[in-house]
C-alpha cells in the first residue's frame, strides 16, 4: 500500500498538460526518488478519468474500460508516494468521488490507510471563462463566445455548457466534494500566477506541491496545450461549423486541434487576445472575490497566493470573436491553408513511397513463386492434402515447426 497518495483533480486550464508531460516523461527518475506516476500513455489518467465517471468522450471511452482499476491497483501496490493527475477529475460527484478514495485505500479497515492529499490547480476567472470557451471550441464546438457566457451566467446552470463550466471550475464546490473527508491540512491550492509573474514561477508552486524539489527533472515541454488569439479562434468556430458534420472524431483530433490549433494558430502570438467582455467582468470579479474569502476560512494550504484568483483588470481594449476583423481571420485563413497544403504533400510523397514499396514486394513474390523449389513445395502440399494420411503428416509437421497457419 502506497504510505502517500497526491491526487491532483483539476482544473483546465492551470498548466495541467505541461505537468503531466513532465510527470510522464520523468516516470523512471520519479520511481527512483520514490514517487509513482503511474503511466504506460500519456492519455493513462485521462482514460481513468473517463472509466471512474463512464463519461463519453468521441468514442475514446471504450479505450478506456478498466483504466481506473488498474491506475488504482498499481498505486496501491506502490510502497511510496504516487501521483494521479487529470483535470477532468474536478467533474466528479460524491459518489464517484467515495469509490476513487476507497479504491485507493481511503478508510482501509486493515489500519493501512495512505495518506491521501488533495491538489487542485487554480485560475482566475477572468482568464478561464475565455480559456474554457475556447477550449471548447477546440473540441468540435459551434456556440458563440456570447452564447457561452450567457449559459454559464444563467443561475439555474441546466445547460451541458453551464454544468460542464461549473463543475470544473466553482473552486468551492470541487474542495467540498474531493476535500470533504480530508483534514484542511491534506488540502493543497496551487494558483497560476499572474500573466506578468517571473517564468517557471508555477512550475516552482507544482514542485513544492508534489514535494519535487530535490529531484532532478527534464523539465522540456514535449507538451503542452496553447491559447490562441481572437481572429484564429473564430478561424476555427467556422472551421468546425464546415466540418463537423464531414469529420470524425479521429480524424478532428491531428488535423484540426493538433495541426491547425495547436501547432499553427497558436504560433500567431500577435493577435488580439481572448478577454472577457467589459459588461461581464465585474460579475466574474464580485464571485471570485467571494472565493477568495471562503478559501482563506478554510485554512487550507494554499500555494502561491489566494489573491491570485481576482484576476486582471477589464481591457482598455475589446477585441469580440463573434466580430473579428475579417482581415484578420483571412490572415489566419492564410496559415491554416498553407500548413494543411504541405501536409497534404507530405503525406502523398509518403504514399507514393509506399506505393513503390508495395509494387517491388509485389516483384520479389512473384520472382519467388517462378523457383522450382516453390514450385515442388507446393506440388507436394497438394499431394499430401489430398490424402488423410498426408494430411496428418502435414499437421505434424506444422507442430512441429511451432506454426498455426494453413500454409506449409
Known amino acids: 500500500m502506497s504510505k502517500r497518495v497526491l491526487l491532483h483533480v483539476g482544473t483546465p486550464k492551470t498548466g ?12 523512471k527518475t520519479l520511481a527512483e526518488a520514490g514517487i509513482l506516476y503511474p503511466a504506460d500513455r500519456f492519455d493513462a489518467h485521462f482514460l481513468a478519468a473517463l472509466d471512474l465517471m463512464r463519461l463519453p468522450w468521441g468514442g475514446l471511452e471504450t479505450e478506456a474500460v478498466g483504466a481506473w482499476d488498474d491506475l ?42 495512505p495518506e491521501i492529499h488533495l491538489v487542485l490547480s487554480v485560475r482566475d476567472l477572468v482568464r478561464q471563462i475565455p480559456a474554457e470557451w475556447q477550449e471548447n471550441v477546440k473540441h468540435r464546438s459551434v456556440v458563440s463566445y456570447a452564447s457561452f457566457l450567457q ?51 508555477l512550475w516552482q508552486r507544482f514542485s513544492e506541491a508534489f514535494g519535487l524539489g530535490g529531484v532532478d527533472l527534464d523539465l522540456h515541454a514535449e507538451r503542452s496545450n496553447p491559447s490562441l488569439g481572437v481572429p484564429e479562434t473564430a478561424l476555427l468556430r467556422r472551421i468546425n461549423r464546415n466540418v463537423n458534420k464531414l469529420l470524425e472524431p479521429p480524424d ?17 502570438t500577435g493577435s488580439p487576445r481572448l478577454a472577457l467582455p467589459p459588461d461581464v467582468h465585474p460579475w466574474a470579479s464580485d464571485l471570485a472575490s467571494s472565493w477568495v474569502s471562503e478559501i482563506e476560512k478554510r485554512g487550507y494550504d494554499i500555494v502561491g497566493d489566494a489573491t491570485d484568483l481576482l484576476g486582471a483588470a477589464a481591457p482598455r481594449r475589446y477585441a469580440d470573436p463573434d466580430a473579428a476583423r475579417e482581415k484578420a481571420v483571412a490572415a489566419a485563413g492564410v496559415d491554416a491553408i498553407r500548413v494543411l497544403l504541405l501536409e497534404a ?23 519467388s513463386y517462378l523457383r522450382p523449389t516453390y514450385r515442388w ?10 490424402s488423410r494420411a ?9 507442430r512441429a515447426r511451432g506454426r498455426s497457419s494453413r500454409s506449409a
Open 16 to 27: 495541467t498538460s505541461y505537468l503531466q508531460d513532465v510527470l510522464f516523461r520523468n516516470r
Open 151 to 201: 449559459q454559464i451566467q444563467d443561475p439555474a446552470r441546466e445547460s451541458r455548457i453551464a454544468a460542464w463550466f461549473w463543475g470544473v471550475q466553482e473552486i468551492p464546490d470541487i474542495l467540498d466534494r474531493w476535500g470533504h473527508d480530508l483534514p484542511p491540512e491534506r488540502i493543497h491550492l496551487v494558483t497560476v500566477p499572474p500573466p506578468d509573474a517571473p517564468a517557471g514561477l
Open 72 to 113: 488504482a491497483r498499481r498505486v496501491r501496490d506502490w510502497s511510496g508516494t504516487a501521483v494521479i493527475s487529470h483535470e477532468i477529475f474536478a467533474t466528479a460527484s460524491r459518489s464517484q468521488i467515495g469509490r476513487a478514495l476507497a479504491s485507493l485505500g481511503h478508510g482501509d479497515p486493515d489500519g493501512q490507510e
Open 377 to 386: 513445395r507446393e506440388k507436394t502440399v497438394r499431394r499430401l492434402q489430398a
Open 345 to 367: 504533400a507530405r503525406l502523398r510523397h509518403r504514399e507514393e513511397e509506399l506505393a513503390q514499396q508495395l509494387h517491388e514486394t509485389q516483384l520479389a513474390l512473384e520472382r
Open 252 to 268: 478532428y483530433r491531428p488535423l484540426v486541434r493538433e495541426l491547425l490549433a495547436h501547432q499553427t494558430l497558436s504560433q500567431r
Open 390 to 398: 498426408g494430411r496428418g503428416l502435414m499437421r505434424v509437421y506444422r
